[in-house]
């Protein structure tokens, strides 16, 4: 067995793999996509292979993986293509608890990510439909409480913290840039606008069920055009399921293909935005009142995603915190200034 620790102890992944009955490890290697505060291992074993993964501190909530791992379960029973849950050996869940850390194995699902083809986005929005019908169906001892990206204090006061006068990353940088506290100040009323449309629309009254709310192309594998996994159930929580579907959209729509925010065009591709919108109405027909709502829906979404790295160290991943709210609200315009073309794409579709 060639041994890489990708994140893990020695003694930790030793003890650990010591809890599950997979076979014998043949070869260990790092996986390096999704969070790294979260490592994860691919494990080959005689058995085949598997995917062990850490859990982040803050997400290791033993009642929240106790849900996430019941909501994949009955998706599972449902038919619905998951990775399936490997249980450790004497316990009564399928989460391990262990050297003060969370840990869970699936087997693991090779696959391709998603190609940008039209087949692919179409499969990505029938999914997304399948998983909210599934998911009606589902109860458990325990839910999260309503929460959506939509009208959230946190976002506004993220947004506050980086128009203010010492800026984001307090501690690690001077004052804040001009630019940047212009930027967060016009990005505050767009969100601000954007929440008040949604609100009138009476996003109050409207069902709230389980939702995925990390529907984006990186997460569902791919064989011949067929998603073969959905990935990534962290984010599970409970709001109407028109902001999946909003969130859905807008990241398989998106253009920024290009490595620095600050070349990214405004313009979102409303082909794909179609072929999403088509997938999806051939499982569910969301109601046209809330399909008002979806280009302010993206509005918020793409703030809200936006702003809470930035608020805490000035940056977005590796991307200057400046360019990246610069292209952020490039885009918030330009879906504000084309709602018309972009409602003429939604209601046709859906």
């Not at 692919?120 to 999260?144: C, D, I, N, T, Y």
């Not at 962290?234 to 859905?248: E, F, M, Q, R, Y």
């Not at 709502?293 to 936006?306: G, P, R, Y």
Request: charged share 25%; with cysteine; hydrophobic share 40%.
């Amino acid at each position: 067995m060639r041994k890489h620790d990708g994140g893990f102890s020695a003694d930790e992944l030793k003890g650990v793999l010591r809890q599950y009955s997979i076979g014998r490890v043949r070869h260990i290697e790092p996986l390096l996509a999704g969070n790294r505060a979260s490592p994860k291992l691919l494990i080959q074993t005689d058995r085949g292979p598997f995917l062990l993964k850490r859990r982040p501190h803050g997400k290791d909530d033993v009642l929240h993986v106790e849900f996430t791992h019941a909501v994949q379960q009955h998706l599972e029973r449902c038919g619905y293509p998951v990775a399936g849950l490997v249980p450790p050996r004497d316990a009564d869940g399928t989460a391990l608890h262990a050297f003060d850390r969370t840990y869970e194995m699936f087997h693991y699902v090779e696959g391709q990510r998603c190609d940008g083809s039209p087949a692919e986005v179409v499969e990505a929005g029938r999914k997304l439909a399948l998983f909210h019908r599934h998911m009606r169906s589902f109860q458990w001892r325990w839910s999260p409480a309503r929460q959506t990206y939509h009208d959230a204090g946190s976002v506004r006061g993220n947004l506050r913290t980086i128009r203010s006068e010492r800026g984001p990353g307090t501690g690690r940088q001077g004052p804040a840039d001009p630019r940047l506290r212009k930027t967060a100040e016009e990005l505050l009323i767009h969100y601000n606008r954007s929440s008040t449309a949604v609100n009138a629309l009476g996003f109050d009254t409207w069902p709230a069920q389980i939702v995925h709310a990390d529907w984006h192309p990186g997460n569902l594998l791919f064989v011949e055009h067929r998603a073969i996994c959905v990935l990534d159930f962290d984010s599970v929580k409970v709001a109407p399921p028109i902001t999946d579907l909003a969130n859905g959209v807008l990241q398989f729509s998106i253009v920024g293909v290009r490595p620095n925010p600050a070349d990214w065009p405004a313009y979102l591709d409303q082909a794909k935005m179609a072929y999403f919108l088509e997938g999806y109405r051939e499982v569910e027909t969301p109601p046209p009142p809330m399909l008002e709502a979806m280009c302010d829906l993206m509005i918020e979404i793409m703030i809200a995603e936006a702003v809470l790295p930035i608020a805490a160290t000035g940056y977005f991943g590796h991307h200057s915190g400046l360019e990246f709210l610069q292209m952020i609200h490039r885009k918030c315009d330009w879906i504000d200034q084309n709602r018309r073309t972009l409602m003429e794409v939604i209601v046709h579709s859906a």
